[in-house]
């Protein structure tokens, strides 16, 4: 069975910093995308950042900056380095890969709470 396991999570003060990893484990045979996402409280789930296979990257507007996605394809695993962190980057944060053959999966999800 795929899984996504998310570490990195925690409170931090505003401008502080905070790493996020996600190692994919199972029987995979190829990983295109993957990506960070999160969702506030009462709001919907949204892009943060998602990196291809190749490397290329994508931010939100919010983000850009001040977060970055990195990724390891032989170790299976994407990075999010935070900095300058505000508090509306309070959310919990999951992981996505897009699987070969067995389609999108999400990780379990890590709070990340800054305080002002």
């Known amino acids: 069975q795929v899984r996504l396991v998310e570490s990195g999570g925690g409170l931090v003060q505003a401008g502080g910093s905070l790493r996020l990893s996600c190692a994919a484990s199972g029987p995979i045979i190829s990983i295109n995308n993957m990506g960070w996402y999160r969702q506030a409280p009462g709001k919907q789930r949204e892009l943060v950042a998602t990196?291809?296979?190749?490397?290329?990257?994508n931010y939100a507007d919010s983000v850009k900056d001040r977060f970055t996605i990195s990724r390891d394809n032989a170790e299976k695993t994407v990075g999010l380095q935070m900095n300058s962190l505000r508090p509306e980057d309070t959310a919990v944060y999951y992981c996505?890969?897009?699987?070969?053959?067995?389609?999108?999966?999400w990780g379990q999800g890590t709070q990340v709470t800054v305080s002002s």
């Open positions: 990196v291809t296979s190749a490397g290329r990257t």
């Open positions: 996505n890969a897009q699987f070969v053959l067995l389609g999108s999966k």
